[in-house]
């Protein structure tokens, strides 16, 4: 027994004796990576635009129209606020840009879905042509789908509706290209149980296929209400009723030929861009785990 605990004793001696890695003696002098003293300075000057919005929607207009120009206000304001809210439709031009994003998030998650696993898994003539069509009129500059899009709208009677704003956004050639790269980077296997256990093909991309995808998923909804939520150059174009008018749209009304009103439009652009931050902050793990593990970088 002393001999075993001889050699215990020794044994404890050499771990304690093991020099630490270089790794962990940076980790002892520092609670945070090297790199954050890169990334914190990066962080500061991209964040500085949005907190300087903020700081001017609580100014009033004689101050921000001040010279020098002042960073932080004075005295904290609501006319723009107010203005913002009480002498135009923005309630009525969040309610439209809401009713867009959410079908438009909607149908992207059920279309897309459903076309880029039909591109991954099944197999019928034409699948490599259709889908490098599909992918292809990414490079097409959206002016030139302007006036043929608006005389389409045009014969079906959607112009100047709120259906002129959502109908583009029912589907887009990216996000069935990112569903299709997911469910090529699933493994394969795990449909071939569920084909043996007998289930149908939709069956197999309903109850396996659907719920591993949720990463994807999250990451094409964040995309698809960014884009939605943010359109101004095709609703502006389309809809010239201001009942039907989106956020972004509504924002133009501020600006003059000859006079901006800078408070309320800063206003209206904290208001705009709220929701799209806390949309991003809630998928931000989702959007990361696809971008690793379908392999898109950007």
Not at 65 to 74: G, L, Q, Y
Not at 128 to 157: D, R
Request: net charge positive; aromatic share 12%; hydrophobic share 50%.
């Amino acid at each position: 027994m002393a001999f075993i605990r001889a050699l215990e004793v020794r044994d404890v001696e050499l771990d304690l004796d093991v020099p630490e890695p270089p790794k962990h003696r940076r980790r002892r002098l520092l609670p945070f990576s090297p790199w954050h003293f890169l990334l914190m300075p990066l962080a500061l000057v991209f964040a500085l635009p949005l907190v300087q919005m903020v700081l001017t929607s609580f100014m009033t207009d004689a101050e921000i129209n001040s010279f020098p120009p002042k960073f932080i206000p004075s005295s904290i304001s609501l006319t723009g606020y107010q203005g913002f809210f009480g002498d135009s439709l923005a309630p009525r031009w969040l309610i439209n840009t809401c009713i867009v994003a959410a079908i438009s998030v909607g149908s992207h998650l059920v279309l897309c879905s459903l076309a880029g696993y039909g591109y991954a898994r099944l197999k019928f003539r034409g699948r490599t042509f259709g889908f490098f069509a599909i992918v292809g009129t990414i490079m097409i500059p959206t002016q030139l789908l302007m006036i043929p899009t608006y005389v389409m709208f045009s014969k079906l009677g959607i112009v100047d509706t709120l259906a002129a704003a959502f109908v583009p956004w029912l589907t887009s050639a990216f996000g069935i290209f990112l569903m299709r790269q997911f469910f090529l980077a699933l493994p394969r296997e795990l449909e071939e149980a569920g084909e043996i256990d007998g289930l149908t093909t939709f069956g197999v991309f309903r109850r396996i296929v659907l719920p591993l995808a949720k990463p994807a998923l999250a990451t094409l909804a964040v995309f698809t209400l960014l884009n939605s939520w943010n359109d101004l150059i095709w609703p502006l174009t389309a809809i010239s009723n201001q009942d039907n008018f989106t956020i972004q749209v509504g924002l133009t009304t501020f600006q003059g030929t000859r006079r901006t009103q800078w408070s309320e439009l800063m206003a209206g652009n904290v208001v705009a861009t709220m929701p799209l931050i806390v949309g991003f902050l809630l998928a931000q793990r989702q959007f990361v785990a696809t971008m690793t593990f379908s392999g898109l970088k950007g």
